[in-house]
């Protein structure tokens, strides 16, 4: 256990259909935790969107192609570092908030995902490092966006992430 005093962090995410709070779960994923925050307090997240939606599955954001003006494909985008996976026992059930990567288990940089129903599946393959603690009806909102595309999981409309706020959790 962490003899840490410091008050616990959450992240607050704005999107065009209202905000999502996530705890964060640093005794699993501190290095991970510590790169969504960084990026997060440097307004890396702000202005982005959710550019893959799996209704049942998940809805995933944080891909720099995806702010007004770039050129790159939404989802291949990063922060231009990998960071090394941190797999561990938490499960990947509805509201768990994961770090997307490629085929490479250390290839995740700034892409997340927010599990929108169970994907166990993904357990110790995908780091997850936190859950939704409020803003349910958001997420499912954001699932229930149309899809379109080859794999039907490309939002017809935007779905904005306008920011990522951290801040300290209420006791």
């Known amino acids: ?24 779960w640093p005794d699993v994923a501190p290095k991970t ?16 969107a959710f550019h893959r939606i799996i209704k049942g599955f998940m809805v995933q954001g944080g891909c720099p192609n995806t702010k007004a003006g770039q050129k790159g494909m939404p989802g291949t985008g990063g922060p231009g570092y990998m960071i090394k996976a941190e797999f561990n026992t938490k499960s990947h059930v509805k509201g768990v ?6 085929a490479s288990p250390d290839s995740a940089g700034s892409q997340f995902f927010i599990c929108h129903g169970d994907a166990k599946f993904l357990d110790r393959q995908y780091t997850a490092f936190g859950e939704l603690v409020s803003g349910e009806e958001v997420l499912e909102q954001i699932a229930n966006v149309p899809t379109a595309g080859s794999e039907r999981s490309t939002p017809i409309e935007r779905v904005a992430l306008e920011s990522v706020r951290i801040v300290e959790a209420k006791a």
């Open 97 to 102: 908030l994961s770090m997307a990567r490629s």
């Open 33 to 48: 935790v510590e790169n969504f925050k960084k990026l997060a307090r440097d307004g890396f997240y702000d202005g982005t």
């Open 1 to 24: 256990m962490s003899q840490n005093k410091t008050p616990s962090e959450q992240a607050v995410i704005k999107t065009s259909y209202g905000e999502m709070t996530v705890a964060f």
